[in-house]
């Protein structure tokens, strides 16, 4: 063995200044010890040193490397300890709670419900709005907008004829692409029988995937060129589509399917992961794209680009507002340049990431401030519990302080709060992989976006092992700091019980009663401001009777019915076959069925009303219906009449207005002969009818000022006709019986046409309070947590105050009090305590609610009503909680309680 390794093996139990001290001697004795040696053999003790020296080499070196190896050999044997320690910590700490299930259950149990809530939500918050975007760099991708001086239009998309001009000139951009959501036919081309499916698509450029730099599963994306009017067709298909038509099998690349009526050529599959523009994408094929026809006006397109390295979104706007006046010129189209210039377009760039999610920011935080409220609540309580705890076992902890043992007694409450927070994270974990499992599986019909991506994953399990460590040290910290102040002194004489009944040592476990409070009022009256604003929102009058009215979507191929008048002679036939069914009183059609994801609006001229100059016109919504619609679906006819009969020479001149369009241009006259005219080159309409007002967009905006079309006007543009349209169909009894026989008769005119999103208009109805409902049903459930919480800790509070106070209420009882008015005394002293959580409480709602401003509907978040609701139900808790444990006190024979002191 060298002397180095002797000296490794001696150094390693030593600390670091002793070890130092050794490593010197140890040098020094082996450095002696072979002098001795060779002075032994009759070498001068000089020559022998300088020999030995010579021999043993970088003497300085030797020490530094023990020194280094030695302080390896310290961290392990530190970490080796520290994990024994704890594991002997952890085995007491469970078998000391084991001695108390009750304790360790309701701890637990706790714990688990606040901290599952808080981590469910946590995962809806970063899957949704935290998670950077499935692209590569993901940060340098914008969405393209423009902001408008037209009144009622403050915000547009893009146009055919702005992406062109962005795409070649904009410097900023390294590509940009984009994209326009809508639906197809698509139809098997070989074996069985023909049957059509509807799917969600999305026509896109070809330099879309470029800029989203996502690749294909199979073959691949579009390439330049793809995208012009005259290219060969081609589609690419998602991997769900691609699994679930075609099995999974590879060669359907190159094969040719049917969508919309005419062939294209698959030449990709996209990735499961590859979710763009939504999850329910399915295909993606080309639009065409032609310099000739582009119009500056058509803004239809959702623009995506992708910044240059270096390039800030500052300088991108500055660059796209030099540009963009130059579009009016290089693509004219039908726009005037005086209306143009009057439009004022200005670009606005904003993170795509932003773009996505936005709508459901302010939603989520909600949610998630919400379930942070509940997993304090959660702490407070558990805390409560830990203190009761330390007070029970204070007379222990003084003696052990006394005998020496303090910090190991200290370390022992700490191990035992670690315990509950480990396995309540745990179930805390658990209850969150189901609580997503629900909402994925919830029908909220709220849309979330990005929900597929959604997980309880790394980042949301360090975030439930940070709410668990905040909890372990919230539950502990209290009963420790609690304990540090006890006087050991006093408390061994005052045999604990005395000591623990003063009011200064029940102030920690009332202030947390009142935290407790405070904190579930701030939940309850958020749930109750959206209970509310629900209620009104269900209360509103949509402006049409959804009651036994079934709606049916149905979507012509275009390539097989490619004028107006083919599109109006099906829609015609059908409606006649649709009327003959039985069960059926009312069948008609409409291009924008209320409260759906339809919208179509446009300028409108007033003729009694000029336009002065170049001024751009009012934007109004715009609705084609058939001759039937109104009394099918009821909405009230007010003034005049509806559509004449079938004859499209007289229909196509007349129009019918809503209420409110009817008020803006002619209050306090008759719109009934007035003209209008819907669009720049429209002929003048003649106003034939006035009908109720109709919410068409959401049921919390202000029903619209809109224009009701006739249906067979279509028939004069035989350039265009809007071959998807809704049916509708008031049944004798329950609309869904009809869903049936309908498929069956639009299949019997034409196989191809497929029938979806089947459903009762009452169900449409139901769906525009979905995120309303979704979120006070979240914050419901939330409350009711944060209700039972705060009930069961002023309860446990409540209780064992009242048992260190048996004696008293002994004596009491003893000298004629009446049991009623030991009862009154205690739930007394709970109510105070709740009155003191009550006003916090309201301050906080009172700050908080505020945030709730853009999710309610006919409701101020000051609401008195609520709010005042609110805190009579916490009072009414707490007093529950508190004359509970009163009651059982006073019910007490005297001589018992006195005996139990």
């Not at 999103?757 to 459930?781: I, N, S």
């Not at 006919?858 to 805190?871: E, R, W």
Request: with cysteine; proline share 6%; glycine share 8%.
């Amino acid at each position: 063995m060298t002397a180095r390794r002797r000296f490794r093996l001696a150094l390693l139990r030593r600390t670091r200044a002793t070890r130092l001290r050794d490593v010197d001697a140890e040098l020094r004795f082996h450095i002696e010890e072979r002098v001795d040696e060779l002075v032994a053999l009759g070498m001068a003790r000089p020559q022998a040193e300088a020999e030995v020296r010579a021999r043993f080499g970088d003497v300085a070196g030797v020490r530094a490397e023990c020194e280094a190896i030695d302080a390896a050999g310290e961290r392990t044997r530190s970490r080796r300890e520290w994990w024994g320690a704890a594991a002997r910590q952890a085995r007491l700490a469970a078998r000391a709670l084991a001695r108390r299930p009750a304790f360790a259950l309701v701890a637990i149990g706790t714990l688990a419900l606040g901290i599952g809530a808080a981590t469910a939500v946590f995962s809806l918050v970063h899957g949704v709005l935290l998670r950077p975007l499935p692209f590569p760099e993901p940060e340098r991708l914008l969405a393209v907008t423009h902001t408008t001086a037209v009144p009622g239009v403050p915000e547009v998309q893009q146009s055919d004829a702005g992406f062109l001009l962005y795409e070649r000139r904009a410097t900023a951009f390294e590509r940009t692409g984009v994209h326009r959501a809508t639906e197809v036919n698509l139809v098997a081309t070989a074996g069985g029988a023909m049957q059509a499916e509807r799917l969600v698509a999305a026509g896109v450029s070809a330099s879309l995937f470029p800029t989203l730099r996502a690749t294909a599963l199979q073959g691949r994306t579009f390439v330049a060129g793809e995208d012009r009017r005259g290219a060969r067709p081609v589609v690419v298909l998602s991997e769900g589509l691609w699994r679930r038509r075609f099995g999974g099998d590879p060669s359907v690349v190159g094969r040719q399917v049917v969508v919309d009526g005419s062939p294209r050529e698959v030449v990709g599959i996209m990735p499961a992961r590859f979710q763009y523009p939504s999850a329910s994408t399915q295909l993606w094929y080309p639009l065409p794209f032609d310099a000739a026809t582009a119009s500056p006006g058509n803004f239809n397109y959702t623009q995506v680009a992708r910044l240059k390295p270096g390039v800030t979104p500052e300088r991108a706007v500055a660059e796209l507002a030099r540009i963009l006046p130059r579009v009016i010129e290089e693509y004219p189209g039908d726009v005037p340049p005086a209306m143009w210039a009057q439009a004022r377009l200005a670009p606005v760039v904003a993170p795509l990431r932003e773009a996505i999610v936005g709508r459901v920011r302010g939603l989520l935080w909600v949610l998630l401030g919400g379930a942070g409220l509940v997993l304090l609540i959660a702490c407070a309580n558990v805390a409560s519990l830990f203190l009761v705890r330390a007070e029970e076992g204070q007379r222990e902890l003084a003696v052990r302080s006394a005998l020496g043992a303090g910090r190991a007694a200290a370390a022992q409450y700490l191990a035992e709060a670690a315990v509950v927070g480990v396995l309540g994270s745990t179930g805390g974990v658990a209850l969150a992989v189901a609580g997503v499992r629900l909402l994925r599986a919830l029908p909220s019909g709220v849309d979330l976006p990005r929900l597929s991506e959604v997980g309880v994953d790394g980042p949301v399990l360090l975030f439930a092992l940070a709410a668990a460590a905040f909890a372990t040290v919230a539950a502990s910290a209290l009963p420790l700091l609690r304990a540090r102040g006890v006087p050991v002194a006093a408390v061994l004489r005052d045999a604990g019980r005395a000591a623990t009944a003063g009011v200064r040592r029940q102030s920690a476990r009332k202030a947390l009663v009142v935290a407790q409070v405070a904190l579930a009022l701030v939940l309850v009256a958020a749930s109750g401001l959206m209970a509310r604003s629900f209620a009104r929102l269900r209360d509103v009058a949509p402006g049409f009777d959804p009651a036994r009215v079934l709606a049916v979507r149905i979507a012509l191929p275009p390539s097989s019915y490619r004028d107006a008048a083919s599109v109006a002679r099906f829609h015609d036939r059908l409606l006649r076959e649709l009327d003959a069914l039985p069960g059926v009183r009312d069948a008609a059609l409409t291009s924008w069925l209320p409260l759906s994801e339809d919208h179509n609006n446009g300028t409108v001229f007033v003729e009694d009303r000029p336009m002065v100059g170049d001024a751009v016109p009012p934007v109004h919504e715009q609705v084609h219906v058939s001759r039937d619609w109104f009394a099918t679906v009821g909405t009230p006819l007010l003034a005049g009449r509806t559509f004449a009969p079938q004859d499209p020479a007289r229909a196509s001149t007349e129009v019918i207005v809503s209420r409110a369009f009817a008020q803006r241009y002619w209050p306090g006259q008759s719109a009934i002969g007035k003209r209008v005219r819907a669009g720049l080159v429209s002929p003048w309409l003649t106003v034939v009818g006035v009908v109720g007002d109709v919410h068409l967009a959401a049921l919390d905006r202000p029903a619209e000022e809109a224009l009701y079309l006739p249906y067979h006007a279509f028939e004069r543009d035989t350039a265009w006709a809007p071959t998807s349209v809704t049916l509708a169909l008031r049944a004798a009894g329950d609309p869904a019986a009809l869903v049936a026989a309908v498929r069956r008769t639009v299949h019997a005119l034409d196989p191809a046409v497929p029938t979806y999103d089947e459903r009762p208009m009452a169900d449409t109805l139901r769906a525009a309070a979905a995120r309303t409902r979704f979120t006070t049903l979240l914050l419901g459930v939330a409350s009711a947590v944060a209700l039972l919480l705060g009930a069961v800790g002023m309860y446990g509070v409540m209780a064992y105050g009242v048992s260190l106070r048996q004696r008293e209420i002994g004596v009491r009882l003893a000298l004629g009090a009446r049991p009623l008015d030991v009862g009154r005394m205690i739930s007394r002293q709970g109510v105070a305590l709740a009155a003191a959580g009550v006003a916090i409480g309201l301050a906080g709602a009172l700050a908080v609610t505020r945030f709730l401003r853009g999710l309610l509907y006919g409701v101020s978040p000051t609401d008195p009503l609520t709010l005042g609701a609110t805190c009579a139900l916490l009072l009414v808790v707490a007093l529950l909680a508190s004359w509970l444990p009163a009651r059982r006190a006073a019910a007490l024979p005297p001589v018992e309680a006195l005996r139990r002191d």
